[in-house]
T-cell receptor, first 115, second 114 residues
Framework: AQSVAQPEDQVNVAEGNPLTVKCTYS??????LFWYVQYPNRGLQFLLK??????LVKGSYGFEAEFNKSQTSFHLKKPSALVSDSALYFC?????????????FGQGTTLQVKP | KAGVTQTPRYLIKTRGQQVTLSCSPI?????VSWYQQTPGQGLQFLFE???????NKGNFPGRFSGRQFSNSRSEMNVSTLELGDSALYLC?????????????FGEGSRLTVL
């Protein structure tokens, strides 16, 4: 069965420091992986996706993610964190049917960036 | 281009009532999915529609139902509401039907059941 795990409930970083939000996955077949961000009382916003190709994927707002097949990981990174990056981040994998609409989400990681 | 629009944004119901939530996808998107978000269970998939057909259904009781119209707008209905149905209900649309398309989410409908 497809699944993702986000091992950290919360990540705290200082503004200007690099940040990493971790995600590991378990899939049968090729993984289609996604990162989304959610600000308070808002819907989810797409950040980036990995389908195939380069293991380093660049996305919105300066975020990038590194796909590592051997470690089954897809960690979200940013070289220099901003206070405005503080939000809830979700890693997701495409459901087994392959249809677009079904994503399986991790439990989410709250990112807190302190000035 | 307008985003995904969900109505109403907030609503309060009492146990036993029923509720209907509406979702208008991005123009041209034919895939619409629904998710329930709660603090305890996180984001859980409810169902997906494409061209008026339900293609996937999550593990929810039959009280949860949905439909999609010919203009791709979608509604979901919850009957005989329970306290545990209190949640943020998110609708998402996509321009592709399979594989690599990302989802575009609405702001959600926050349902409180008293």
């Amino acid at each position: 069965a497809q699944s993702v795990a986000q091992p950290e409930d919360q990540v705290n970083v200082a503004e200007g420091n690099p940040l990493t939000v971790k995600c590991t996955y378990s899939v049968s077949g090729n993984p289609y992986l996604f990162w989304y961000v959610q600000y308070p009382n808002r819907g989810l916003q797409f950040l980036l996706k990995y389908i195939t190709g380069d293991n380093l994927v660049k996305g919105s707002y300066g975020f990038e993610a590194e796909f590592n097949k051997s470690q089954t990981s897809f960690h979200l990174k940013k070289p220099s964190a901003l206070v405005s990056d503080s939000a809830l981040y979700f890693c997701a994998v495409r459901g087994p049917s392959g249809n677009t609409g079904k994503l399986i989400f991790g439990q989410g990681t709250t990112l807190q960036v302190k000035p | 281009k307008a985003g995904v629009t969900q109505t109403p944004r907030y609503l309060i119901k009492t146990r036993g009532q029923q509720v209907t939530l509406s979702c208008s996808p991005i123009s041209g998107h034919r895939s619409v999915s629904w998710y329930q978000q709660t603090p305890g269970q996180g984001l859980q998939f409810l169902f997906e529609y494409f061209s008026e057909t339900q293609r996937n259904k999550g593990n929810f009781p039959g009280r949860f139902s949905g439909r999609q119209f010919s203009n791709s707008r979608s509604e979901m209905n919850v009957s005989t509401l329970e306290l545990g149905d209190s949640a943020l209900y998110l609708c998402a649309s996509s321009s592709t039907s399979v594989g690599n398309g990302e989802l575009f989410f609405g702001e959600g409908s926050r349902l409180t059941v008293l």
